[in-house]
């Protein structure tokens, strides 16, 4: 069992995450990295559940494009700021077991990335 961090994320922010990863913006997850979990709602939301090494690097990559003023160069500057502080206040589960019903995002995603 080990520790990860955990937070919701609706549908357009899956969707945010799922082009910056496409389009190589932030390093893509592999396998393990991130486990998901859909919450069955209306706002297409998902549970992750991301290891604490792919965490720290994920969350780098978003507060040093942050800091280089690559969100305020976009047309969704607010959301980017959105989604990092998002990532900043997800989480710790402590002694995670992963459940059956979670699925590996890398091997959900993967053969959609070009």
């Known amino acids: 069992m080990e520790t990860k961090k955990k937070q919701v994320f609706n549908g357009q ?7 910056a990863f ?3 913006i932030f390093s893509r997850p592999q396998k393990g ?3 998901s979990k859909s919450n069955y709602s209306d706002d297409n939301s998902c549970t992750f ?3 604490l090494s792919y965490y720290d690097t994920l969350l780098n990559e978003f507060q ?5 003023g690559k969100f305020a160069h976009s047309n969704a ?3 980017w700021v959105n989604l990092m502080n998002k990532l900043i206040d997800a989480s710790n589960v402590v002694d995670f077991e992963e459940e059956n ?6 091997e959900s995603v993967n053969s959609f990335w070009f």
Do not use: V
Not at 64 to 68: D, K, S, T
């Open 13 to 19: 922010e899956l969707a945010m995450l799922f082009q």
């Open 22 to 24: 496409s389009k190589r």
């Open 33 to 35: 990295d991130i486990y």
């Open 49 to 51: 559940y991301i290891s």
């Open 64 to 68: 040093n494009a942050y800091a280089q």
């Open 77 to 79: 500057n607010i959301t």
């Open 101 to 106: 019903n979670l699925e590996d995002y890398y």
